[in-house]
Antibody, heavy 120, light 108 residues
Framework: EVQLVESGGGLVQPGGSLRLSCAAS????????MSWVRQAPGKGLEWVSV???????YYADSVKGRFTISRDNSKNTLYLQMNSLRAEDTAVYYC??????????????WGQGTLVTVSS | SSELTQDPAVSVALGQTVRITCQGD??????ASWYQQKPGQAPVLVIY???NRPSGIPDRFSGSSSGNTASLTITGAQAEDEADYYC???????????FGGGTKLTVL
């Protein structure tokens, strides 16, 4: 069964750092595109970052220079290192396997999410 | 602000057909994908590509596209279809990804 399980969320002060993890089972992270998508409380979905199977990475303008996406092939795990956190980064963070074809761009499946709260 | 625009809320009578739309310039070049999200749950992919349903998604869900508008149609809406629906696609530059603001579907 294909499954994604996020962890690492919590309460952090503004300016602080946090690393999220996303453990995958049923497929190989390094052979797929993988993304992070977030959702602020009561708000819509916002794409954060993607890492391609070849290792290329891309970021939303809102997190560029502060967040870093990476993976550990030996652990079949995706990460999101978040630095210089701001109140507006407060959200549930989801990881998702990502598909990018000429026919579109989609996410399936999604993990259950992990909540990051940035507050003093 | 999102480059994909959705109506904030739509309602449909039980058993009737409802169309949820998503507008944006990037949709002239890329198909939209659609997700269903129920309260407290992660999003679930319901439509991708031209009009493809993942395994387990009922065939009452379908997708279409015309010009800068993509549509998700639910034919014979059920009570369990009440949820938030989001579209996504590449942005108009083709380099990044955008989501619509979401549509809250109420089944009456």
């Amino acid at each position: 069964e294909v499954q994604l399980v996020e962890s690492g969320g919590g309460l952090v002060q503004p300016g602080g750092s946090l690393r999220l993890s996303c453990a995958a089972s049923g497929f190989t992270v390094s052979s797929n595109y993988m993304s992070w998508v977030r959702q602020a409380p009561g708000k819509g979905l916002e794409w954060v970052s993607v890492i391609y199977s070849g290792g290329s990475t891309y970021y939303a303008d809102s997190v560029k220079g502060r967040f870093t996406i990476s993976r550990d092939n030996s652990k079949n795990t995706l990460y999101l290192q978040m630095n210089s956190l701001r109140a507006e980064d407060t959200a549930v963070y989801y990881c998702a396997r990502t598909y990018d074809f000429w026919s579109g761009y989609w996410f399936d499946p999604w993990g259950q999410g992990t909540l990051v709260t940035v507050s003093s | 602000s999102s480059e994909l625009t959705q109506d904030p809320a739509v309602s449909v009578a039980l058993g009737q057909t409802v169309r949820i739309t998503c507008q944006g310039d990037s949709l002239r070049s890329y198909y939209a994908s659609w997700y269903q999200q129920k309260p407290g749950q992660a999003p679930v992919l319901v439509i991708y590509g031209k009009n493809n349903r993942p395994s387990g998604i009922p065939d009452r869900f379908s997708g279409s596209s015309s010009g800068n508008t993509a549509s998700l149609t639910i034919t014979g809406a059920q009570a369990e279809d009440e949820a938030d629906y989001y579209c996504n696609s590449r942005d108009s530059s083709g380099n990044l990804v955008v989501f619509g603001g979401g549509t809250k579907l109420t089944v009456l």
